[in-house]
């Protein structure tokens, strides 16, 4: 384990309220920061943290209220503020392209990454260091 400083830290709050999930996102450098909200967008992490909130607040109320023991899923509750995207994201990693051979870096092969951004789809080959090791390769955008 590398100590590394976490200069930058974004939360995200999905509405004002006292029991709005709270999602922080930390890093050494803006850069950083930018790459990990990037990956949060691919990997459609912000709907299920959404999904697991309303999914506990659920539970939570039907046990404490209602002293009932669920046994559906309520993900479809809507909560105030907050609506999840009608369709999540494709999930990450899509494995390597057909085609295409993965590059290596010195922490190992590569592994092919795509997703929805801001600006449209993104492709990119990343480092398999662990996510926050300084020494992780920039990605290889395509
Ligand atoms: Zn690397």
New binding site residues.
């Given amino acids: 384990m590398t100590d590394t400083r976490d200069d930058f830290v974004v939360s995200f709050k999905p509405h004002p309220g006292y029991d709005a999930p709270l999602f922080v996102i930390k890093g050494s450098t803006a850069a950083e920061i930018a790459d990990k909200i990037a990956s949060v967008e691919a990997t459609g992490l912000f709907a299920t943290v959404g999904n697991a909130d309303k999914t506990f607040k659920g539970f939570f109320l039907v046990g404490s209220e209602l002293g009932g023991q669920p046994v559906e899923h309520p993900s479809t509750v809507q909560a105030n503020g907050y609506t999840p995207p009608a369709t999540p994201p494709p999930a990450a990693p899509a494995g390597t392209p057909p085609g295409m051979t993965a590059p290596t870096?010195?922490?190992g092969t590569k592994v092919f990454k795509t997703g929805q951004g801001k600006r449209g789809e993104w492709k990119a080959w990343m480092?398999?260091?662990r996510q926050g090791d300084p020494s992780?390769?920039k990605p290889e955008w395509l």
């Fill in positions: 870096c010195p922490h480092c398999p260091a992780q390769c």
